[in-house]
């Protein structure tokens, strides 16, 4: 069993006590150069440019990654493309979610050692307690600069060590989209064995979620727009599948099938709301994950008040949440979906995968590392 206590990294205070990177009169150690990919002027999946720049020294508090693996969430496709805002989009390097070895480690850093595998949570300052919208001033590849680089100057108190039975790969799909369907099951819903979860779509959040609530002997239930992706849900376990482009009345369906679902991750929001609410049980759970537009017919919010529904948004998760993640995943021995592994220098091919949706899961990049 993993102690969660060995995967936080619980650094963070003595680092941010610690002194400047560098004495008076040292140097810096010559890390030569290394290669990331920048968001272009304008932003554009077209535009990302790969440059060479020198390698970066971690100063107080932080730490310098070789790169393993990343994946692309919805959201870093947003900000490569210029369209997603929270947080006011101030990095210059992309990407979430990732994972790697720690190569050097700036002054008071204690939590981490050389050589360990490690992810970060994309909130590194949101260790554990209730969530703030302060955290989005360090949301690594919005507001710091994130992963798809060959080495990641990240911010250590964020960090998490992997369990020896998660790979690279598995690591790098997490930070996002694991940790969302992971806050939404375990720390909303309170998912117990033998409820009923409806996850809508076949992406990153969906199916990571249908994995972890299977694992808890929870019924699952996937929408999709194709019947092919359904049958590869209905493999990886989903009890229920429904076309919700052939069935638009599709929560009335989920109700027949299911006699009412007990968790909702609603990975659309708005949208898909009153078909998430009419799929409802009494009583149960809609996380809103998902921050689709208002649609033009203002959602009736079905059963809201007679099925005493409850709703919440989340904003991913804590470093917290992350450390239990990763000692769940491998407790029960599961490894995320990859559709598709690109190589470091085809990053744009990659973004277009994941622009295509044609995926299941996640697209994953190899940075040759590890
Ligand atoms: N709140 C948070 O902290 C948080 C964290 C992570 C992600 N998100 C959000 O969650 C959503 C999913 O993210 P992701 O990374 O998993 O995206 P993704 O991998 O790109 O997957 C998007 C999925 O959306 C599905 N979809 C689109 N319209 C749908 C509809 N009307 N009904 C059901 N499914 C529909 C598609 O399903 P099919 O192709 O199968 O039809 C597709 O699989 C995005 O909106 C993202 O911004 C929020």
């Given at each position: 069993?993993?102690?969660?206590?060995?995967?936080?990294?619980?650094?963070?205070?003595?680092?941010?006590?610690?002194g400047?990177?560098?004495?008076a009169?040292?140097?810096?150690?010559?890390?030569?150069?290394?290669?990331?990919?920048?968001?272009?002027?304008?932003?554009?999946?077209?535009?990302?440019?790969?440059?060479?720049?020198?390698?970066?020294?971690p100063?107080?508090?932080?730490?310098?990654?070789?790169?393993?693996?990343?994946?692309?969430?919805?959201?870093?496709?947003?900000?490569?493309?210029?369209?997603?805002?929270?947080?006011?989009?101030?990095?210059?390097?992309?990407l979430?979610e990732?994972?790697g070895?720690?190569?050097?480690?700036?002054?008071?850093?204690?939590?981490?050692?050389?050589?360990?595998?490690?992810?970060?949570?994309?909130f590194?300052?949101?260790?554990?307690?209730?969530?703030?919208?302060?955290?989005?001033?360090?949301?690594?590849?919005?507001?710091?600069?994130?992963?798809?680089?060959?080495y990641?100057?990240l911010?250590?108190?964020?960090?998490?060590v992997?369990?020896?039975?998660?790979s690279?790969?598995?690591?790098?799909?997490?930070?996002?989209?694991?940790?969302?369907?992971?806050?939404?099951?375990y720390?909303?819903?309170?998912?117990?064995p033998?409820?009923?979860?409806?996850?809508?779509?076949t992406?990153?959040?969906?199916?990571?979620?249908?994995?972890?609530?299977?694992?808890?002997?929870?019924?699952?239930?996937?929408?999709?727009?194709?019947?092919?992706?359904?049958?590869?849900?209905?493999?990886?376990?989903a009890?229920?599948?429904?076309?919700?482009?052939?069935?638009?009345?599709w929560?009335?369906?989920?109700?027949?099938?299911?006699?009412?679902v007990?968790?909702?991750?609603?990975?659309?929001?708005?949208?898909?709301?009153?078909?998430s609410?009419?799929?409802?049980?009494?009583?149960?759970?809609?996380?809103?994950?998902?921050?689709?537009p208002?649609?033009?017919?203002?959602?009736?919010?079905?059963?809201?008040?007679?099925?005493?529904?409850t709703?919440?948004?989340?904003?991913?998760?804590?470093?917290?949440?992350?450390?239990?993640l990763?000692?769940?995943?491998?407790?029960a021995?599961?490894?995320?979906v990859?559709?598709?592994t690109?190589?470091?220098?085809?990053?744009?091919?990659a973004?277009?995968?994941?622009?295509?949706?044609?995926?299941?899961?996640?697209?994953?990049?190899?940075?040759?590392?590890?």
């Amino acid at each position: 069993m993993v102690n969660r206590r060995e995967l936080i990294a619980a650094a963070g205070l003595a680092a941010a006590a610690a002194g400047p990177a560098l004495a008076a009169g040292q140097t810096a150690p010559v890390r030569g150069k290394s290669r990331a990919w920048r968001i272009g002027t304008p932003p554009s999946i077209a535009n990302l440019t790969l440059v060479s720049r020198d390698t970066p020294e971690p100063g107080p508090g932080q730490v310098l990654v070789k790169v393993v693996a990343s994946s692309i969430n919805a959201r870093d496709r947003g900000i490569v493309a210029g369209i997603f805002a929270i947080g006011a989009n101030k990095a210059s390097i992309p990407l979430s979610e990732g994972a790697g070895e720690v190569e050097a480690l700036g002054p008071g850093v204690t939590n981490v050692k050389v050589g360990d595998r490690v992810a970060c949570c994309h909130f590194p300052t949101w260790f554990d307690g209730r969530w703030s919208p302060t955290v989005y001033e360090s949301d690594i590849g919005n507001t710091l600069d994130g992963w798809l680089a060959e080495y990641a100057l990240l911010p250590a108190q964020g960090l998490v060590v992997l369990p020896a039975a998660v790979s690279f790969e598995s690591a790098a799909t997490l930070a996002s989209s694991g940790v969302t369907a992971w806050h939404a099951l375990y720390e909303v819903a309170r998912l117990r064995p033998g409820q009923t979860v409806l996850t809508l779509g076949t992406g990153g959040v969906s199916t990571i979620g249908l994995q972890l609530a299977r694992a808890s002997g929870a019924r699952v239930v996937v929408t999709s727009s194709r019947d092919d992706k359904l049958a590869r849900l209905r493999e990886l376990g989903a009890d229920f599948t429904v076309n919700y482009r052939a069935e638009p009345e599709w929560g009335k369906r989920v109700l027949e099938m299911t006699g009412g679902v007990d968790v909702v991750l609603e990975n659309v929001g708005r949208p898909t709301l009153d078909q998430s609410m009419e799929a409802c049980a009494p009583g149960a759970f809609i996380v809103m994950i998902g921050t689709g537009p208002l649609p033009q017919q203002l959602p009736k919010m079905p059963g809201f008040y007679t099925k005493n529904l409850t709703m919440k948004a989340i904003s991913n998760g804590s470093v917290r949440m992350f450390a239990d993640l990763l000692a769940g995943m491998a407790a029960a021995g599961i490894e995320p979906v990859i559709e598709k592994t690109f190589a470091f220098d085809d990053a744009i091919a990659a973004f277009r995968e994941m622009e295509a949706g044609d995926h299941v899961g996640k697209v994953l990049i190899r940075h040759g590392a590890g």
